[in-house]
């Protein structure tokens, strides 16, 4: 295999079964390496393939991934205990999620997981009380831009970015799953109101809610951007948890169809394989883009979900206006 | 990608890929006495490409890319193609390594023991270790040293020395018969040249090196020299390394011992030749 591999394929299949790595060329474990890091998945790599035979600068580059997957871990958990401090005066309890709550939980999708901000949510009608702790507690306004502070507040899920001004690392405080404006409105007062403490002055979501939340992330916002990464850790809480009432949740929240696609994909991609229907295909078409040097590939497909992931998000005449607000600044496009 | 170019720096190997063959003649010319990377296996990945299809013949502009990057790179000029390959490998050691501690610092070495010399852009660390070279010491990079945190050990880096303005005819009237890349004019650093380390510092280029002694020049200044406490040494050396936060406890255990072990001493100096000397002196004291 050469570094000009079409798409992610080699990366998934690594995941998926790390013994297929013995075929793998010296060229072909380069190309595997830098789409793992594309994907922000080289920490998870790393822990899959570790201890099988492969060249030794490919052991080293992968220990590396680990150690600093580690290090990433242990700051993570560190901000996370941060901001508790920060609020347990207004007697808030933060709701880690994502990457942070994996590790915190010790669940297996935390395992080599690259973490970036801290991610908490709190009771919507709590987020003011929020907010002044943080800022009390030296944490800062990122987004300087009056225009996208006041779309934060009035549509979206979270708080705009707040950063540490010492520690220079970002929280966003969530108060529900989605935005105000997307079509599928999550029961955020139920997933609080079942959430875990796990010590620390801190919480995660219940199993089912954990799974809910990482679904809705992948399929009901966003892009798709490191979605190879967010359906691995769908896979590994669904693999951990089981998925016993996990249907009925996932209905509650409005997130039936978003799990079954996310099962299905997660099979086809790290499991034993099942059946796609044709828009599966399309999802897999763009987790995919890719390839071999680490390069985003297939343009159209990738632009493709970046228009249906503002479609999701807002009501069309909102979306034209932001759009146009957004292009009159020469603001972003599809990554 | 369409061109490619594989090679070894140091202990560092890069898999260098280019949408234009002249970035990759260019590199694999003047690096050409480089190994391949260990085991065959990139280190890292660096990509030079155009951003938008027609710009691969139409006013052409390389832009950067590798597995780290920074947003926001600006495009630069076809015929600037190995300034974009160097800075697009500097790129990835300074965001992505995590194995050793990475000093922005030029190093040489005599007996396995290495000067380190870290300051600001200016402050003429490449010139000092290029004309170094030319006096005998083994060349180890103009502008990283690896900090092995386990061993305490440098490891070399001898890429392309990047020289700048007047350094380059300063190393070229002491070397006219090196190997240089060709003059780069108007780049944000000014006018800029590479030269190819000698045959020395290539051949070396594995062997890592106990560091004797911490240099922190300034030039533009009457001759004068000062130790520097571990303290200072330490606060200073944080900001000249772009992954001591990343690397977390061990860089914090590494830096803390490689100020309590070796001396440092700041040297002011108001030409090369007496930069030379106090650099000299300042290994054999240590």
């Keep these: 295999m050469g570094g000009g591999l079409k798409d992610a394929r080699i990366l998934v299949d690594a995941l998926r079964d790390p013994t297929r790595t013995a075929a793998l060329e010296p060229e072909g474990w380069t190309a595997l390496i830098a789409c793992a890091r ?11 393939v570790a201890g099988l035979p492969m060249p030794p600068r490919a052991a080293e580059l992968l220990e590396a991934a680990r150690r600093s997957a580690d290090t990433g871990r242990t700051a993570a958990l560190w ?72 779309y934060y507040r009035r549509w979206m899920h979270e708080l705009p970015p707040l950063i540490h001004r010492e520690r220079d690392r970002m929280i966003d405080v969530h108060h529900t799953v989605l935005p105000l404006t997307a079509r599928i409105t999550p029961d955020a007062a139920a997933m609080i109101a079942d959430a875990e403490p796990v010590g620390g002055g801190l919480a995660v979501l219940a199993p089912a809610d954990m799974i809910c939340h990482a679904v809705a992330h992948l399929f009901a916002d966003g892009d ?19 998925t016993d009432g996990l249907a009925a949740r996932a209905a509650r929240h409005g997130l039936g169809r978003e799990l079954a696609r996310a099962v299905r994909l997660a099979d086809a991609l790290y499991g034993s394989g099942t059946d796609l229907t044709l828009v599966d295909r399309w999802y897999v078409r763009r987790l995919l883009a890719r390839d071999g040097w680490g390069r985003a590939t297939r343009p159209v497909t990738r632009l493709a979900f970046y228009i249906r992931s503002h479609w999701l998000r807002m009501p ?11 292009w009159r600044k020469g603001g972003p496009g599809p990554g | 990608m369409r061109h490619a170019h594989h090679l070894r720096i140091g202990p560092v190997g890069f898999r260098i890929g280019s949408d234009w063959r002249a970035p990759i003649d260019a590199v694999a010319d003047l690096y050409r006495d480089y190994p391949a990377p260990a085991d065959g296996v990139a280190d890292y990945t660096v990509r030079l490409f155009a951003a938008r299809p027609w710009r691969r013949w139409m006013r052409p502009a390389i832009t950067l890319g590798g597995d780290y990057l920074l947003p926001d790179a600006v495009p630069m000029p076809l015929a600037w193609g190995v300034l974009a390959a160097e800075m697009a490998m500097n790129l990835q050691l300074a965001l992505g390594e995590r194995r050793y501690l990475l000093l922005h610092a030029s190093s040489v070495e005599r007996d396995g023991r290495a000067v380190l010399m870290t300051g600001v852009s200016g402050a003429g660390k490449s010139t000092l270790a290029a004309l170094l070279m030319t006096r005998g010491w083994r060349l180890m990079g103009d502008e990283f040293a690896l900090l092995d945190p386990e061993s305490g050990a440098v490891h070399a880096f001898p890429r392309l020395i990047s020289l700048k303005n007047e350094s380059v005819g300063v190393v070229q009237a002491a070397v006219p018969d090196a190997r240089f890349g060709p003059l780069l004019t108007g780049t944000p650093k000014g006018d800029l040249r590479h030269l190819v380390p000698d045959a020395r510092a290539i051949a070396m280029a594995a062997a890592p090196a106990t560091p004797a002694v911490l240099l922190f020049p300034s030039f533009g200044y009457a001759a004068a020299e000062r130790p520097v406490p571990p303290s200072e040494a330490f606060v200073r050396l944080t900001q000249a390394s772009t992954n001591y936060t990343a690397l977390g406890e061990r860089g914090f255990d590494a830096l803390t011992r490689l100020v309590q072990r070796v001396p440092a001493r700041a040297i002011d100096y108001p030409d090369t030749a007496t930069a030379v000397a106090q650099v000299e002196a300042a290994w054999a004291a240590a």
């Design chain 1, 316 to 326: 069309p005449l909102m979306l034209a206006r932001h759009l146009l607000t957004k």
């Design chain 1, 79 to 150: 901000e996370a205990a941060c901001a508790a401090r920060a609020l347990a005066p207004a007697g808030l309890t933060p709701i880690l999620l994502k990457g942070t709550a994996y590790v915190a939980a010790g669940l297996k999708a935390g395992v080599g997981r690259s973490i970036g901000d801290l991610d908490i949510l709190v009771p919507r009608d709590r987020i003011d009380q929020a907010e002044q702790a943080l800022l009390g507690a030296g944490w800062e306004w990122v987004k300087p831009d009056p225009y996208d502070d006041e």
């Design chain 1, 224 to 242: 798709l951007a490191g979605g190879l990464r967010n359906l691995w850790d769908i896979r590994c809480l669904i693999d951990e948890f089981g």
């Design chain 1, 38 to 48: 594309a994907e922000q998945l080289v920490g998870t790599l790393a822990e899959r």
